[in-house]
């Protein structure tokens, strides 16, 4: 439900983060902007922006009209799996997923799925036409793998 609110720099990534850490829709009201940010992988843009969303008179009425139809999961997130404490990185085409796959293959695994490779970054996965991420990766160090390799250590 985060994502399809369209609240700016909130992707699929920071909604499960989201959806992780706070159960209700009034939890995350009762949160303040610091405490969002201070969440890893949030941070303080991300925390405002959610924040100033949140606040806006027009917005809570439409979450009071859409919760009349919904039907909201808790989200949980897998504690261990053979990606537990890696962040993974996602580019390019992959053969057999789409990113949105691959990336709920790395949280389903206990990894997180990053939008941007930094130096904590563990691996790239790298599928056709990989454009600035391998490059951020190869220049950082980072190691990149295919998607065999990928599917690989999800079994592992």
């Known amino acids: ?88 990185v996602i580019t390019g085409t992959l053969n057999t997923l789409s990113r949105d796959e691959a990336e709920a293959k790395v949280r389903a695994a206990g990894g997180k799925a990053s939008v941007s490779v930094s130096s904590k970054t563990s691996f790239v996965v790298a599928g056709k036409d990989a454009g600035s991420k391998l490059a951020d990766a190869q220049r950082l160090g980072v190691p990149v793998i295919d998607e065999t390799e990928f599917l690989k250590k999800l079994k592992a």
Do not use: C
């Open 1 to 88: 439900m985060l994502i399809g609110l369209s609240i700016p720099h909130v992707g699929e990534e920071t909604a499960f983060l989201i959806a992780v850490h706070f159960t209700t829709l009034a939890k995350l009201y009762a949160t303040s902007e610091e405490s969002l940010s201070s969440i890893d992988g949030i941070g303080p843009i991300i925390g405002h922006s959610v924040t100033e969303w949140l606040g806006n008179n027009d917005n809570r009425a439409l979450l009071a009209r859409l919760g009349k139809y919904l039907t909201i999961k808790k989200v949980v997130a897998q504690s261990s799996g053979p990606l537990t404490g890696q962040i993974v």
